[in-house]
């Protein structure tokens, strides 16, 4: 079994060593040939097969020095956004120039909402905040941009402000000044909530197509799934060769190979079935 595992492998690394000659392909099919080695893992899981995955995608999109991505822009989601929150219990009493500041940072940020929510904690209700001013500094494509916006005035429980940034910031940090009703400071809750944009793909990316495979792949544990998208990428690189489900040839030796291994009989005789019906199905 051993032997014949060993086979399929050294095929498999000399398409790989022939596909150096191709370019981008040749990244495409290194991505999924890595995670078909994650999923052969003796001893992988689906976590560690979807984190493979997760770094495949990451490379193909080609990391920058500044955390961004060459082939990743970042557009507002159709429906309800990611947020990074901020809660503080407010520390101050309002006498018109004594503040409680606090802020929150985020990145991808395209709108920053002022929120007083209904409940402090589990138990017990929120009391109504002054907001005064709220400051917002982000950055843009290195660009620098600042708004100010003047509430001035108390926010019920369970009432919000929202403002939308002129542009999706690469990062941005706000800060709001806030005070609270005489014999409430500690018993009312401010919040500030930034609301991220989702990464979208470049499809000019010559990787694109890779990039949705591993992202279909993401979470199936079908075999099949990952020699379907080898063997699609295969016959475009090379258009005489037909490719070989070695994913699914390997993992049922290794199956067979655990039955055979076992202390009983029938499971014994099983495996020697099924690793015989194997061997006559490989392609020749």
């Not at 498999?12 to 080695?37: F, G, H, K, T, W």
Request: glycine share 4%; with cysteine.
């Amino acid at each position: 079994m051993k032997l014949a595992m060993a086979v399929v492998l050294v095929s498999s690394m000399a398409i790989a060593a022939r596909s150096q000659d191709v370019c981008p392909e040749v990244a495409s099919l290194n991505a999924l040939y890595e995670v078909r080695a994650a999923r052969l893992h003796a001893y992988s899981s689906s976590y560690e097969v979807g984190s493979e995955i997760d770094r495949q995608i990451d490379n193909l999109r080609e990391p920058l020095r500044d955390g961004a991505y060459r082939w990743v822009h970042y557009v507002r989601p159709g429906g309800d956004a990611s947020v990074v929150k901020r809660d503080h219990d407010v520390s101050k009493i309002y006498n018109g120039d004594n503040w409680d500041s606090f802020e929150v940072t985020g990145k991808h940020v395209f709108a920053v909402n002022v929120n007083v929510p209904k409940k402090r904690n589990l138990f017990k209700a929120n009391n109504e905040v002054f907001v005064n001013t709220l400051t917002v500094r982000y950055i843009v494509e290195g660009r620098p941009a600042v708004i100010r916006k003047t509430i001035g005035e108390w926010m019920a429980p369970t009432t919000s402000r929202t403002f939308d940034l002129d542009a999706i910031a690469d990062s941005a940090d706000a800060t709001v000044e806030v005070a609270a009703r005489p014999g409430k400071k500690k018993e009312t809750v401010a919040e500030i909530i930034f609301k991220e944009a989702v990464a979208q793909d470049d499809p000019d990316n010559p990787n694109y197509e890779t990039i949705q495979a591993l992202q279909r792949l993401r979470g199936l544990s079908d075999p099949a799934a990952i020699d379907y998208e080898i063997g699609r990428l295969e016959r475009r690189i090379f258009p005489s060769l037909e490719p070989a489900p070695f994913t699914t040839f390997l993992l049922r030796i290794k199956e067979a190979e655990t039955l055979i291994r076992s202390s009983k009989e029938e499971e014994q005789n099983r495996g020697k079935k099924m690793l015989a019906e194997v061997i006559r199905s490989y392609p020749r």
